[in-house]
């Protein structure tokens, strides 16, 4: 897959701009629905208890009922609509100001009917209001009662919220869009890394299935020697034998199947083991290993078959690229094990070493590195660390573990 990065940010930012749309529907829209509504109810409930104390005085109690009221009755205000006197001006509207006045415009403007609620949103407020009886008498009969509430001071300030929901928005996308960037590119890399890892070890694989083929029709034809074909297709086999369980293991590793039988062992023996086991590499090279390592026993928590893998990766791989020989050393500290394998065969390339652990990694000689990726896997579940480098000679490979109590 092309593009890996586009597309991750294509859809962190459609993410984006749905959560925005949404959020700016509910500051903008839902909220001051519900805050209309609100204000309507706290309407309703005032006019419902003004009722109840209208029955009450007409069935003759003299308790007063109980007052809940809802989040806007604080907010409720009135307006009294008093006969004119003679001057033609009633005493309320000497007394409006600013919201009062709107709200009474609005009413003379015949937008009011008796009993209903109704809403009036202007420059200055956002008005939710009715038209009632109060309970209270004015030369013996009910004064007509605009009773009404302004909701635009906390509509406004939600809406204010939406400068804020612009900057968290606006740095949750430059955030998220740094993240997918980077993680689409590695994607592609680890994509393509595995191309060129399939590429490589498919090679790698069909050249000893090509020498077993080769070797087997010589073997047919009666052009060969029967017995040296036969060692050289024991060989190969050998070859891809092990090639085949590198991989099944790196691939247990990536399922975490791969499991550890912890016991306490010496080092040393762990060492001198692959030593033995790397003996026929050694003749074939003519080379020599040197070895180094404390008298006293270096104990260590691990599982003594993958280690001892780790460890004989490591140093097969110092043998084929020696000259004359390999150094090998073992020492302890209070805490760590360091295990050193060194060769004398003129180092890695400086633009290999930080990739050379890298199991989909191709050097400039071609090899897929499948045996050190297995290495530092191992070494890692054992808690480990593996590093590499050049030194006057040749290649360096320091192992550290954890020294068993």
Known sequence: MKHIKFRILAIIWSAIFLLFVAFCVILNVTLPAHFEKEAAAALNYEIEYMDKLVQQNKEGYTDTPEYAGTFFSGDICFIDLTEEDSGGTSFSKLNLQGAGQEVLAFYESGGLPFGEIRTLKTDGGYYVMVLYEDIFYWDGERVPTIMYINIQPIVQYTRTLNWMLYAIFLSVAVIMSLIGFRLGGKIEESQESQRRFFQNTSHELKSPLMAIQGYAEGIQTGVVDPIHSAEVIMQESDRLTRMVEELLYISKIDVHQLVLHITVLDVRELLYDCLRSAEPIQNKKQCTVSTDFPESPVRVRCDEDQLTRAFMNVLINGLRHCRQGVWLSCKADRHTITVTIR???????????????????????????????????????????????????????????PLAP
């Not at 890695?348 to 050379?356: F, G, L, Q, T, V």
């Not at 897929?368 to 360096?396: C, F, M, P, Y």
């Open 343 to 401: 060769d004398d065969g003129g180092g890695m390339d400086e633009a290999d070493i930080p990739h050379i652990f890298d199991r989909f990694y191709s050097g400039k000689n071609g090899n897929t590195g499948i045996g050190l990726a297995l290495a530092s896997d191992i070494i890692r579940l054992h808690k480990g660390t593996i590093t590499a480098g050049n030194d006057e000679q040749g290649a360096v490979f320091e192992i550290r573990l």
